[in-house]
């Protein structure tokens, strides 16, 4: 009797062990979960959607990245707005800001058609931009940090084996599966739209500027850059929207890479003093030289923020699959090409502090 008295009295205290011990990893799981490196940290985090929804769209998860500042804050909620409502699939958004932008933020995106869109929000601390980019005193106010966020792909986004990352200047018209499904070539990290991929954009990209080759971008007259010996007339490509393999990356230390250009820029001023376009297209060029895979044109049609989107034709607009206003006109700001397209997508701010100050005129043909 003692002894199974004993046994017993074992096997309940084995049990309780047991039990105490996958507790403790469980949150040992959610507290390591819940920080990153380099001072990107997650703020919050909706895990799953209603169970109509989920029924209604695929398992499939994909991570979509997306850095949101607080003066373009209807740009990102639109473009998110738009993948949203394109797909099936189980979209997750990384969204990228500041940490002054993320209460207005979590408001727009809880007082919206977005309320039941999985999201995690990322406060991308500016500091770790020190010493890597070149800060006029004079135009500090011009500095956007957050545009090098996507350099940070694998501490944003640390579990996942690929990503998406857009702009905040896009509309999505289709489903964003087929954008995540880009094939990557073997030991290829990323995969961009080229500036010379397609005979639309050629003429688009040429009638922007001198934005279609690696001329418009380095310096070619600094040794460091010849030394490279990457050909000058090289078709460029744009890093506003691009599929990256996360393994790969980190495989190939890219992060490192592209800080290691940007502090070198730092000292050597490598950047054309022409230079079209942004600040972190050049660093992508050089270490991405003839080592990226390429995504459909239509995935990634530009300039509508330029004089040149005044060459599309409505039929050519409403057949892209997405629609990118980079250039100086954004189509909340300033007139923009086919800006009423933009509008469909864009949710109004419950606080009012983002308007569309803009009055387009163009027509959009819906056929």
Not at 164 to 171: A, E, K
């Amino acid at each position: 009797v003692n002894i199974s008295i004993l046994i017993v009295a074992v096997v309940i205290f084995v049990l309780v062990l047991h039990h105490n011990f996958l507790s403790l990893s469980d949150f040992l799981k959610r507290e390591l979960s819940d920080s990153s490196p380099l001072g990107l940290q997650p703020i919050d985090f909706i895990p799953a959607a209603p169970q109509r929804l989920t029924d209604e769209r695929n398992d499939k998860e994909i991570s979509v990245v997306i850095a949101a500042s607080d003066e373009r804050l209807g740009g990102a909620i639109a473009a998110m707005n738009s993948i949203y409502h394109h797909t099936r699939s189980n979209v997750v958004f990384h969204i990228v800001t500041l940490n002054d932008t993320v209460d207005h933020l979590r408001l727009w995106l809880s007082s919206s058609a977005l309320k039941n869109m999985r999201y995690r929000i990322l406060d991308f601390d500016p500091r770790v931009l020190e010493g890597k980019v070149q800060v006029d005193p004079q135009k500090a106010d011009s500095f956007k940090p957050l545009t090098f966020a996507r350099f940070y792909l694998p501490s944003l986004v640390p579990h996942a084996e690929k990503v998406i990352y857009v702009d905040d200047d896009v509309i999505v018209q289709d489903d964003i599966l087929e954008l995540y499904n880009t094939p990557l070539k073997p030991g290829h990290a990323a995969a961009f739209s080229d500036d010379c991929d397609s005979t639309t954009n050629k003429v688009a990209v040429r009638g922007a500027g001198n934005q279609y080759n690696y001329i418009g971008f380095l310096d070619y007259k600094k040794e460091t850059i010849r030394k490279l010996a990457m050909k000058a007339n090289t078709c460029s490509f744009n890093p506003g929207v691009f599929v990256a393999n996360l393994t790969e990356w980190k495989l190939q230390n890219i992060t490192k890479q592209l800080e290691k250009w940007m502090a070198l820029n730092v000292v050597e001023e490598l950047y054309s003093k022409t230079l079209a376009g942004s600040v972190t297209t050049p660093p992508l060029l050089i270490v991405f030289y003839k080592q990226h895979s390429s995504i459909d044109p239509m995935w990634n049609v530009r300039h509508l923020g330029s004089s040149a989107g005044k060459r599309y034709s409505p039929q050519f607009v409403k057949a892209a699959k997405l629609l990118h206003w980079n250039g100086h006109f954004k189509p909340w700001g300033r007139t923009a090409s086919y800006a009423e397209v933009w509008e469909k997508w864009y949710i109004p701010d419950p606080t009012g502090k983002f308007s569309l100050i803009r009055r387009h005129s163009e027509a959009y043909e819906a056929k």
